[in-house]
T-cell receptor, first 119, second 115 residues
Framework: AQTVTQSQPEMSVQEAETVTLSCTYD???????LFWYKQPPSRQMILVIR??????QNATENRFSVNFQKAAKSFSLKISDSQLGDTAMYFC????????????????FGQGTILTVHP | NAGVTQTPKFQVLKTGQSMTLQCAQD?????MYWYRQDPGMGLRLIYY???????DKGEVPNGYNVSRLNKREFSLRLESAAPSQTSVYFC??????????????FGPGTRLLVL
């Protein structure tokens, strides 16, 4: 079984600054995907970014980027130029797949980090 | 497209009562999921339906049943609610469970309080 750990229950940042959210995971699997989801006060889970573990290049999506360290089993999320709308709970998640890339469809989530962006 | 919709948004039950949480998606997705979210914990998978006509247990299925009514709809039933089932419930869908580069899309959640 795999576990996902987010060690920062809460974080805060000033608008326009950069913040990094941490995530570590433990697995014996070789093939997997990693995700960051955002959950604003509306409660809807929104996919922020996804990383395929077999790719060495870190994923980026506009102001969001990851630092993926496979050997250390670390997957942090960097938010640049933070905006008030980034205030939300952020979840790190893990999904294993087979050697051909076919996933098993089951997400394992971390506990979440509440991020507050201050004006 | 509305995406994934859930009803109700909020419900209060007494211990022993039953209820059904409804979920529908309009993205023509084949796979659907039910999760629960408890304070201090990540989402945990209750049941899933890889395709229409199939359902399987997830990590925490006890006390729940599901029905994949058709391709669009996937309901979660609590036959005899218990206070331990107080939680926020999320429905999700994806194009096809197991597909390469699969992404799950989540609904807004149903907050359930069992007294």
């Amino acid at each position: 079984a795999q576990t996902v750990t987010q060690s920062q229950p809460e974080m805060s940042v000033q608008e326009a600054e950069t913040v990094t959210l941490s995530c570590t995971y433990d697995t014996s699997e070789s093939n997997y995907y990693l995700f960051w989801y955002k959950q604003p006060p509306s409660r809807q889970m929104i996919l922020v970014i996804r990383q395929e573990a077999y790719k060495q290049q870190n994923a980026t999506e506009n102001r969001f980027s990851v630092n993926f360290q496979k050997a250390a089993k670390s997957f942090s999320l960097k938010i640049s130029d933070s905006q008030l709308g980034d205030t939300a709970m952020y979840f790190c998640a893990f999904m294993k797949h087979d050697a051909g890339g076919t996933s098993y469809g089951k997400l394992t989530f971390g506990q979440g980090t509440i991020l507050t962006v201050h004006p | 497209n509305a995406g994934v919709t859930q009803t109700p948004k909020f419900q209060v039950l007494k211990t022993g009562q039953s209820m059904t949480l409804q979920c529908a998606q309009d993205m023509n997705h084949n796979s659907m999921y039910w999760y629960r979210q408890d304070p201090g914990m990540g989402l945990r998978l209750i049941y899933y339906s890889a395709s229409e006509g199939t359902t399987d247990k997830g990590e925490v299925p006890n006390g729940y049943n599901v029905s994949r009514l058709n391709k669009r709809e996937f309901s979660l039933r609590l036959e005899s609610a218990a206070p331990s089932q107080t939680s926020v419930y999320f429905c999700a869908s994806s194009h096809l469970m197991g597909m390469v580069r699969e992404t799950q899309y989540f609904g807004p959640g149903t907050r359930l309080l069992v007294l």
